[in-house]
């Protein structure tokens, strides 16, 4: 019988290329990490793993072995996390992965009030921007993904349960005493000449293809995906930039002026999970309040 802890240390030796790293990621021994593979592949009948000299390869078995892990653990996890629930335990656990503006705006009221609500969950938060965070929801390294998209992608997120939470819209952002410093609404053709700011790689596609729209290409002279170091440049009278509007909610655009930039451009913010994981209930608990706080 393949037992579940078996199956994530398939996962980490895969993910890792060796039992020593793997070992270091799981917080074992790598005598611990030998044993448990050799008993994995006792438990299979066939080698899951080719070992030459230092490099460490799968086989088809571990290749297909290692493809249905991410859902059996999953699928594990939702079933000891309801199971518990409905035993009584109040307790529960949850992996949030969410994009930096996400994290400095919708995270902490949602998770305030998921902590008043329900003293015994536990929330664990890191960030990543998709399509990175979606990845590591598939992959089974975290049970809720904020993200977002520009438009829709046929298919993209089928597999996945997608809780719309709200639309962003992208805010232009110049320096202060510009000439279109002081305009209500500014058309993006208007900047073309100006040097630019960008942000992350999503949103940096997304600025190339609506300015393409207008007829330019913009001229981007600094890239970063840290909102405030964009902000500060643009403060400092280095170029222009567009942010979207959750990105200036929670810091102070010194030195530099909001406008209102047409056409408008919006991305959708999303929760995402896995159909197993939403009907865990400190994971559904969660997603309510992440609705909540982006209506506030």
Known sequence: MIEARHLRVLRAVATTGSFSAAARELGCTQPAVSQQMKALETSAGTPLLIRTGREMRLTQAGEALVR???????GLTAAEEEVAAIAGLRAGRVRLVSFPSGSSTLVPGALAAL?????????????AEPPRSVEMLRDGDC???LA????????EWDDLVVRPLLRDRL?????EGHRLADKDAVGI??????????????C??????????????????FATDDYPAVIGLVGAGLGVAVLPGLALE???????????VEPAVEREVVALTLPDLARVPAVAATLDQLSLAATR
């Open 68 to 74: 249905h892990a991410s859902g059996i653990l999953a």
């Open 115 to 127: 902590r008043a609500a329900h003293p015994g969950t536990q929330v664990s938060l890191v960030e």
């Open 143 to 145: 049970d809720i993904a």
């Open 148 to 155: 977002f998209r520009y438009g829709t992608v046929t298919g």
């Open 171 to 175: 805010i232009g952002l110049v320096p």
């Open 189 to 202: 053709g208007e900047l073309a000449d100006e040097p630019w700011i960008a942000g992350c790689p999503r």
């Open 204 to 221: 940096r596609r997304q600025l190339v293809e609506v300015c393409a729209t207008s007829g330019f290409t913009p001229r981007i002279d």
């Open 250 to 260: 929670s810091v102070r655009p010194k030195g530099a002026r909001t406008v209102t």
